[in-house]
């Protein structure tokens, strides 16, 4: 089935410094999507990517799409206590319809220190 | 963006009894939602998806008739956990798609006794 290697697992930074983590996968996907979940919290929704190459931003946020639909990245700058959480990537495949299926990566969980 | 509101927050159960959970879009209709499970430091499980007037779909391994799921209308989906143990505790969360974006609820931990 459909994988996604997310890295790294885990991050420990200075508030202030900027962060990178990423994911590939070994299928294509019509829409990658990333998250951040909070202890006890659902996951909520940071950026969505949908197309090839797309490069998107919110606030300190910047996510791109991989040419080949099989990789994303997600940059933070400057952190801040706040930042810290579980981040996500995940694959939307759309069948079509309704017929949605999202896969997972496994995490980087981030912890700022002030 | 969609708001999807899931209760309760938290439940805490006798093992053997049940726990139904709810999951509603707020502003969207979702003819689809999405069932996980997650347990501590580990990323979300699909367990099944709910359909609307149609029986769910199940993940292998996951026990139909021990989690039923109800999608009985456009905006509302249920989960219930029927006769509980211990090893059921775990942080159950649903979801919802919209506009080519899939919403989360803000989960519920069952804690079972």
């Known amino acids: 089935g459909q994988q996604l290697n997310q890295s790294p697992q885990s991050m420990f930074i200075q508030e202030g410094e900027d962060v990178s983590m990423n994911c590939t996968s070994s299928s294509i996907f019509n829409t990658w999507l990333w998250y951040k979940q909070d202890p006890g919290e659902g996951p909520v929704l940071l950026i969505a990517?949908?197309?090839?190459?797309e490069l998107t931003s919110n606030g300190r946020l910047t996510a791109q799409f991989g040419i080949t639909r099989k990789d994303s990245f997600l940059n933070i700058s400057a952190s801040i206590p706040s930042d810290v959480g579980i981040y996500f990537c995940?694959?939307?495949?759309?069948?079509?319809?309704?017929?949605?299926?999202?896969?997972f990566g496994k995490g980087t969980l981030l912890t700022v220190n002030p | 963006g969609a708001v999807v509101s899931q209760h309760p927050s938290w439940v805490i159960c006798k093992s053997g009894t049940s726990v139904k959970i709810e999951c509603r879009s707020l502003d969207f209709q979702a003819t689809t939602m999405f069932w996980y499970r997650q347990f501590p430091k580990q990323s979300l499980m699909l367990m099944a998806t709910s359909n609307e007037g149609s029986k769910a779909t199940y993940e292998q391994g996951v026990e139909k008739d021990k989690f039923l799921i109800n999608h009985a209308s456009l905006t509302l989906s249920t989960l219930t956990v029927t006769s509980a143990h211990p090893e059921d505790s775990s942080f159950y969360i649903c979801?919802?798609?919209?506009?080519?974006?899939?919403?989360f609820g803000s989960g519920t931990q069952l804690s079972v006794l």
């Open positions: 990517l949908y197309k090839a190459g």
């Open positions: 995940a694959g939307l495949s759309n069948s079509g319809g309704s017929n949605y299926k999202l896969t």
């Open positions: 979801s919802a798609p919209n506009l080519e974006k899939l919403f």
